[in-house]
């Protein structure tokens, strides 16, 4: 039990530490963890309020890589990594009251590290070819098992995408996938999913929110709509500007639009993204399928692609290059990793560490859905073709059936309430009989409610 061998590491930069043989820890439940050669750790464990009191470097180290690299990857949820830090704490005879602090202090605040782990950990070891991969990553060409889907397929599915985006990818897709670790259908499946559902299926016309041309982010919002999109940046610019100091996020929208100031302002001073620089905001907005933003993901593609995205972002608007930006950023947040089937809890983990959060949630089901019915199947590959139109046909259908019910329905009460009208003149034996049919006149029309209610929501479901 315990960690398997000594850390070693070498310093790299400011507090950081790089890796120079795999970590390993087996926890009291036998469950086996290596953290491998080449993982850059900031030892971010060690809250800042803390660092005077709690050194960063200290007996705990181990175990605050440990737990970064927890953080870094989302390799269980997160409960279970602060609980696997302090077990760490424990197995390395730590005080029990500063194991029990630093836990703490992790539970508190370690929400936000969690969520921006995978992105973390991306822009840290950005620079260190080692710290990508483990040492048993495979080679740059990985053996896939996809389904090769005829360029035709592509434009059912994406059917107002612009054309060279989805002829780009329908030429290379297999390369790509190849070459960046998409190995199964499932994968591709989700990747699909999310690019639709940041660009409205490859559409760049600009109009209701869609990417402008070039697939480039597009910051033509009203005031109102950027203040629901940026709420959470506008109030740190608000307290951060002594112009705006005061004003509600809908007036310093209203303001930074006006000044042509609203990119630079909420994507400005990003360390976590490497804007870090005057103009990096609005140099480095997102561009590509996947709406890759910020300093380090341009700097990363520059890398592999062996181009200069850095001092020439607008690269990133030409198709063959923005999807393999795409592609590229894709396997650095390991997403193939988490896209182990189509179920809803996969999506979600999925669009969190493409997105950093659940926004736009809805879509991206709705994609998923999509992808999945489209999907190229050889027993019924015509079907598949034609799914958006037999959906509109089930639709219809399924409307007109609904109106009979509802027809029915309404002659039923209708009947009840003539038949009660007279009641009066009728014998007791007549009385029996009305009441039988008003019985079965309820029960009818209640049955047509329930079906009217059955077949909306099975529309609304879509099933």
Known sequence: MGFQGPLRVEQVEGRKVKLLEPLAFVSGNDEAFSVPTGFVSDLASVP??????????DDH???????????????????????LFFEAMTSLKLNPRKAWIMWCAVRLGGAGPYKTGPERMALTNATDPEAQ????????????????????DFAVLWRNADPAWRDAFAANYQTWCARWGIKTDVELKHFLAQVSAETDG?????????????????FKYSAERAAQVFDFRLKRIIKRRADLRGCSTVEAARRLIAKGQLAEAVYGDRPELGNTEDGDGAKYVGRSPLQCTGHDIYQHVSAELGIDCVENPHLLEQPEIGWQATFIEWHKLGCSALACDTADATLVKVSKRVNGGTNGLADRRTWLKRVDSWWPDDSDLETMREFEDKSVLETKTALVGTTQTATGTVFAIGGMFELAQKAETLSPTGLVVLGSVILLSTITAAGGIWQIQDRAKKLLMGV
């Open 61 to 83: 180290a181990p175990a605050a890589v440990l737990h970064d690299w927890l953080y870094a990857t989302n390799a269980v949820d997160r409960s279970k990594a602060d609980a």
């Open 48 to 57: 800042q309020r803390l660092q005077s009191v709690i050194g960063v470097w």
């Open 202 to 218: 490859l559409n760049c016309d600009g109009r209701y929110g869609r990417p402008l041309p070039g697939m480039v982010e597009n």
């Open 133 to 152: 991969a483990p040492p048993e990553a495979a080679p740059p060409t990985i053996k896939t098992q996809l389904k090769q889907i005829p360029a035709s």
